[in-house]
Structures are given as C-alpha cells and as structure tokens.
C-alpha cells in the first residue's frame, strides 16, 4: 500500500466508475484495475461491490475510505508544512449551504485568480457534521454556525474565530398575523435541514417555548433554502433562515418576515494547523467579515 494506491482508490469511490477514475488521474483503466485489485488482495476484504455499470463502496470500502481520506489528507498538509514559499495544494474547505450562497462566491472567485496553484475542494452540511470532519481530518476548516450560548463540546477541540454574523429570520406565509411571541405562530410545521443544523436547532428551541402545544411542532425536512422559501411561500409551514439568504430567494414567493437573532458565522479549524493555503484563506475572510474587532474580542 501506498499514497498513489490509496489516491487511485478514492478516484474509484468518488466517481464509481474505473473508467472515469482512470481519466481524473491520466491513468488508463487496466492500471486502475491492477491497483483496485491488489489493495484488496493485500487488505484480503472486497472494498467494492462490481455492479453491471457501478463500482459501489461495500460496508469495509466505506470505512476504509474514511481513513484513506485522512491518511492523503494529512500527506498533503505535511508536505505544504515543509513548502511554505506560497500557498499551493489542496484546501478542503466545509460550509453551510447559506454561507456559501450569501458570503463565499467573490472570496472564491478572487481567491482562485490570486492563487491559482491551490486546489479548493468545497463540501457543505450541517454545522455539526462539518465540525465533526474537521475534527476527522476530512476536511482543514469550516464555517460553522454556533448559538452565543452553545456549550456543545465538540467545540473544544477547534480553534474558532467569528467571520460573518447573520440576521436570522423567521419566515411565514404571506398575510400571516404579526408574531410577538411563538404563540402567534399559526403553521404546526417547521421546514428545515437535517439534525446537526444550528438554524434548526434555534429555529426549534424559539417555536416550542411559547406554548406546551408547540411541542406537537412536526418538522418537514428538506434538502436547500430554495425547498424551505417555496414550502412557507406556499403556506406549508414555517422556516427559518439567514436574511441574507432571504434575500436571494425573493423571486420564489411572497412571505412575511420576523425577526430573531443574530448568529455568528465561525471559521473553524484544527489547533495549529496552518498550511500557507490556509492562512491565506483565513486572511481573506477575516477582511471580508461584517464583524467589528471589538465585537468578536
């Protein structure tokens, strides 16, 4: 085994496909196969399942994968470690989908043209499956929401510096009734992410302490702010989301807004890690933040 196999292996999983794999990498399939081949023969478990079109993960692939991740990840990072003259390599960055709809196309536009050399591999999910993979050495940084009173420990083992804060809004369907208290909130439904959302999180926490009957609250999960806007628009149910984001779906529909919190937008990352591509990136969101020094002290 080595760090060309292990690379030749994630191609693989990525794309499931040995052709496709064997073009990412300018290899040609017969070699990819050779590869795919004697990993297995050396690990003695098939870490794919051969499928008439598919090369598909089997349950061992998935978890070696895994630690593929984390062993080309870390090769990678020690080898900008040791290379310092400019950023280059890869930098895996994470963030929540409303980060990266409202705050992130023009960093990375301008941040590509400067540093053409580096690699960004951008992946999103809720805040607490991005923390988790940083934590995994998955990904190096994310940008993550986290509550002024969020004592979740997980947090302890990352380094977080507060970049954007965010205006969160309580989204409802046109001609509803003002709200001053969760109890004027009439939909018995809230449209949201998947566990490990902050927004969803607060979002719950808000609606059910207005009333005993809110704890009947059911929540619709869905996939994008675009599904949680049209769902509201169409008097489905409740949403809650950056204004910021709010603002970009306009077109969708017509809702009535109510105001929140504030919610602060962290950069998240490993203690000490500091590749140059990293410290760049940092650099710049710390420009681009709409958060005053004093307030992030």
């Not at 593929?68 to 003259?85: F, H, K």
């Not at 806007?229 to 169409?234: E, I, K, P, R, V």
């Amino acid at each position: 085994m080595d760090l060309a196999t292990l690379a030749v292996f994630r191609a693989v999983a990525r794309e499931e496909s040995i052709t496709r794999a064997a073009e990412l990498l300018g290899r040609v399939p017969s070699n990819v196969t050779t590869r795919i081949q004697q990993l297995e023969a050396e690990i003695g478990v098939a870490l794919f399942a051969r499928e008439t079109r598919r090369m598909v993960l089997t349950s061992e692939g998935k978890t070696y994968l895994d630690y593929a991740e984390r062993i080309l990840n870390l090769a990678d990072e020690a080898l900008q470690q040791i290379n310092p003259e400019g950023p280059g390599g890869t930098l895996r960055i994470g963030s929540m989908e409303s980060t990266v709809a409202s705050r992130l196309p023009s960093l990375f536009a301008a941040f590509t043209r400067d540093w053409p050399e580096v690699t960004i591999e951008l992946s999103t999910a809720p805040t607490r499956q991005l923390a988790d993979a940083v934590q995994a050495h998955r990904i190096d940084c994310a940008l993550i929401a986290i509550a002024a009173d969020d004592s979740w420990s997980a947090l302890d083992a990352l380094e977080t510096i507060p970049v954007f804060r965010e205006e969160l809004v309580l989204l409802l369907p046109k001609g509803h009734r003002p709200v001053h208290s969760p109890a004027d909130v009439e939909p018995k439904a809230l449209a949201a992410f998947a566990p490990g959302c902050t927004y969803r999180m607060l979002a719950e926490e808000w609606l059910m302490g207005g009333s005993p009957a809110r704890a009947r609250l059911k929540i619709q999960e869905v996939g994008s702010y675009h599904a949680m806007f049209a769902c509201t628009a169409a008097g489905a149910c409740v949403s809650v989301m950056p204004k910021s984001v709010a603002d970009t779906l306009s077109h969708l529909g017509s809702v009535e807004e109510h105001e929140l919190m504030a919610v602060d937008t962290h950069l998240a990352f490993r203690p000490g890690f500091a590749t140059p591509a990293f410290l760049e990136w940092r650099k710049r969101l710390l420009a681009a933040s709409n958060i005053e020094p004093s307030a992030s002290a």
